[in-house]
């Protein structure tokens, strides 16, 4: 059963910091382009943050750039995002989400999110 399970979320003041993670299994993690992505209240959702298979490659939304860092821990299935700087328009609910595309085919996987509030 593929399973992505986001955690580390929670109640941060404007300025502060949190790391997010989000554990897979069921499937071949490294071979898994990885995403996060986040929904604010009353929005759709938006993509953060992309990294490649070897982690080598990361890519940020204008929004999040200078502030987040996106790794992954292969061996532990694991992929992060560290956020920093935080501003009350980052508040939402940040999804894990892994993209492979093979043979023709794309496979993509979902976890249910783990909630970020910034507020003083």
């Known amino acids: 059963e593929v399973q992505l399970v986001e955690s580390g979320g929670g109640l941060v003041q404007p300025g502060g910091s949190l790391r997010v993670s989000c554990a897979a299994s069921?499937?071949?993690?490294?071979?898994?382009?990885m995403n996060w992505c986040r929904q604010a209240p009353g929005k759709g959702l938006g993509w953060v943050s992309g990294?490649?298979?070897?982690?080598?490659?990361?890519h940020y939304g204008d929004s999040v750039k200078g502030r987040f860092t996106i790794s992954r821990d292969n061996a532990k299935t694991t992929v992060y995002l560290q956020m920093s700087s935080l501003k009350p328009e980052d508040t939402a609910v940040y999804y894990c989400?892994?993209?492979?595309?093979?043979?023709?085919?794309?496979?993509?996987?979902w976890g249910h999110g783990t909630q970020v509030t910034v507020s003083s």
């Open positions: 990294i490649n298979t070897r982690g080598g490659s990361t």
């Open positions: 069921g499937f071949t993690f490294s071979s898994y382009y």
């Open positions: 989400n892994g993209e492979r595309r093979l043979f023709g085919k794309t496979y993509n996987y």
